[in-house]
């Protein structure tokens, strides 16, 4: 499938947008928050050896130093500044800085990969939790096969469903209790649609199985664009959720403080079915009622 500049230059730009949303709130996440590093620093089981044996101190006294604890605090930020810097990268990459995408854009989705094995790890090594981030973790991979390679367009976008598929449907292992469904997916409905605790887990469940059909559904060429709207809408309006369903008028810094980044870093599940949705329908204008007028494209 061949794309003129201006529909090639609309996907970039959807890519960038939602790469830079990314960096940008994981950066927050380890400047003035934290990131689950610890699951593995702390780990006994893996580490004892190497901290007792290399470094001479006992497994006690590592985990309780205060030392130890600030260097980890410290890297974590440092983490926080590199993560800064990707997102900077991603404003002003352009296709002669093929170098520059390697270690910011690849860089950085490696970080986000190695992150998306500690929060799998933290969570008792639930596949689900890892295969969650996915849409996070091969977003700034999207972007650079977009600005530095030849791949075929048709490819990318396999690449780009898949990740939907895997994001949405390990979501939907969550909310329809496979897994054990977070508190937090209890209290962000109840806020957000002012309903009770029984009326929020039928929301949730029913929500999970639309995450399956729709994982499903992006893959049938007949129904594939309808269902591509349902997880931008869905996708966006689940990014909010992280806001409004913890928002305090009266504690209103705080508020946007605590949960923006959680915001920034779920913006791409809107936005990576956005950037199919164009593939399939490079004409598209979504401000003049034409979201649903013209046919898809075939790619070939």
Same mark, same amino acid.
């Given at each position: 499938?061949?794309?003129?500049?201006?529909?090639?230059?609309?996907?970039?730009?959807?890519?960038?947008?939602?790469?830079?949303?990314?960096?940008?709130?994981?950066?927050?996440?380890?400047?003035?928050?934290?990131?689950?590093?610890?699951?593995?620093?702390?780990?006994?089981?893996?580490?004892?050896?190497?901290?007792?044996?290399?470094?001479?101190?006992?497994?006690?006294?590592?985990?309780?130093?205060?030392?130890?604890?600030?260097?980890?605090?410290?890297?974590?930020?440092?983490?926080?500044?590199?993560?800064?810097?990707?997102?900077?990268?991603?404003?002003?990459?352009?296709?002669? *800085?093929? /170098?520059?995408?390697? @270690?910011?854009?690849?860089?950085?989705?490696?970080?986000? #990969? +190695?992150?998306? &094995?500690? %929060?799998?790890?933290?969570?008792?090594?639930?596949?689900?939790?890892?295969?969650?981030?996915?849409?996070?973790?091969?977003?700034?991979?999207?972007?650079?096969?977009?600005?530095?390679?030849?791949?075929?367009?048709?490819?990318?976008?396999?690449?780009?469903?898949?990740?939907?598929?895997?994001?949405?449907?390990?979501?939907?292992?969550?909310?329809?209790?496979?897994?054990?469904?977070?508190?937090?997916?209890?209290?962000?409905?109840?806020?957000?649609?002012?309903?009770?605790?029984?009326?929020?887990?039928? *929301?949730? /469940?029913?929500?999970? @199985?639309?995450?399956?059909?729709?994982?499903?559904?992006? #893959? +049938?060429?007949? &129904?594939? %664009?309808?269902?591509?709207?349902?997880?931008?809408?869905?996708?966006?309006?689940?990014?909010?959720?992280?806001?409004?369903?913890?928002?305090?008028?009266?504690?209103?810094?705080?508020?946007?403080?605590?949960?923006?980044?959680?915001?920034?870093?779920?913006?791409?599940?809107?936005?990576?079915?956005?950037?199919?949705?164009?593939?399939?329908?490079?004409?598209?204008?979504?401000?003049?009622?034409?979201?649903?007028?013209?046919?898809?494209?075939?790619?070939?």
């Amino acid at each position: 499938m061949m794309l003129s500049d201006i529909g090639k230059q609309k996907l970039i730009t959807i890519l960038k947008i939602s790469a830079f949303a990314i960096f940008l709130g994981r950066a927050y996440q380890h400047i003035f928050w934290d990131a689950p590093y610890r699951a593995f620093l702390w780990d006994e089981s893996v580490l004892q050896g190497v901290v007792e044996n290399i470094f001479g101190v006992t497994w006690h006294d590592y985990v309780t130093s205060l030392s130890v604890d600030n260097a980890i605090s410290f890297s974590v930020k440092g983490i926080g500044v590199l993560y800064l810097l990707c997102a900077v990268v991603v404003l002003i990459i352009k296709p002669n *800085m093929k /170098k520059l995408g390697k @270690v910011f854009l690849l860089g950085g989705s490696f970080g986000l #990969f +190695i992150l998306a &094995i500690l %929060y799998c790890k933290e969570k008792f090594f639930h596949v689900g939790q890892f295969f969650e981030y996915m849409v996070q973790f091969i977003t700034p991979v999207l972007l650079y096969m977009m600005l530095f390679t030849t791949t075929e367009l048709k490819k990318i976008r396999l690449t780009a469903l898949i990740a939907i598929a895997l994001t949405f449907s390990c979501h939907g292992l969550y909310a329809i209790g496979y897994y054990p469904r977070p508190g937090n997916f209890i209290d962000m409905t109840i806020n957000t649609l002012s309903i009770g605790e029984p009326g929020a887990h039928m *929301m949730l /469940k029913i929500a999970g @199985v639309m995450d399956f059909v729709v994982a499903i559904a992006i #893959f +049938i060429p007949r &129904i594939s %664009y309808a269902a591509l709207v349902y997880a931008c809408i869905w996708g966006g309006l689940t990014a909010l959720a992280r806001l409004t369903g913890h928002f305090h008028v009266e504690f209103l810094w705080n508020s946007f403080h605590q949960w923006t980044w959680e915001v920034l870093i779920r913006l791409p599940h809107a936005l990576i079915p956005l950037f199919v949705m164009v593939i399939d329908r490079p004409e598209i204008r979504f401000f003049k009622g034409k979201v649903f007028r013209n046919k898809p494209q075939t790619i070939s």
